[in-house]
């Protein structure tokens, strides 16, 4: 985590949104790459790498406001691109506490606002009433 690699504080707000890409290979630890290492593994060209990041940003502040009007703190999430057969760009993930850290923003307690796959990671128990609480929140606001 970002916290462990440059012992940042848990819970600091960032004054922008970071963009981070790794490679999903188990072998390899999933090894966190810089734009020059895609472009030299040749897994992305330069115009899809400004793509991703300009769709990345653009989710991030969708997902923000949106899990803010949830009362849910996005703290971070993950996304997985992928090409198809015509190397068009395509988002291959899913949005769910599975690949988000979310945060209850009416808790204060660290780990009791924890409403994510990390209630499991770090053993707080409630794994599935936590996932309840996000999906109440989540319908409730679709439901407006």
């Not at 949005?95 to 808790?107: A, G, H, K, M, V």
């Not at 994510?116 to 770090?122: E, M, S, T, V």
Request: charged residues 30%; hydrophobic residues 35%; contains cysteine.
């Amino acid at each position: 985590s970002l916290c462990k690699q440059t012992g940042l504080p848990q819970g600091k707000v960032l004054p922008s949104p970071l963009v981070e890409f790794y490679l999903k290979n188990d072998e390899l630890g999933d090894p966190l790459l810089t734009s020059d290492r895609l472009l030299l593994l040749e897994l992305a060209s330069p115009q899809q790498l400004e793509e991703i990041e300009t769709m990345t940003r653009q989710i991030n502040q969708h997902l923000t406001d949106f899990f803010q009007r949830c009362g849910i703190i996005l703290v971070d999430f993950k996304l997985e691109f992928g090409l198809d057969s015509k190397q068009k760009l395509l988002l291959a993930d899913e949005i769910s506490p599975d690949t988000c850290r979310l945060w209850n923003s009416q808790e204060t307690d660290p780990q009791e606002r924890v409403m994510d796959k990390d209630r499991f990671r770090r053993d707080l128990g409630k794994i599935e009433s936590a996932y309840e609480r996000v999906k109440e929140r989540v319908l409730a606001q679709i439901a407006q």
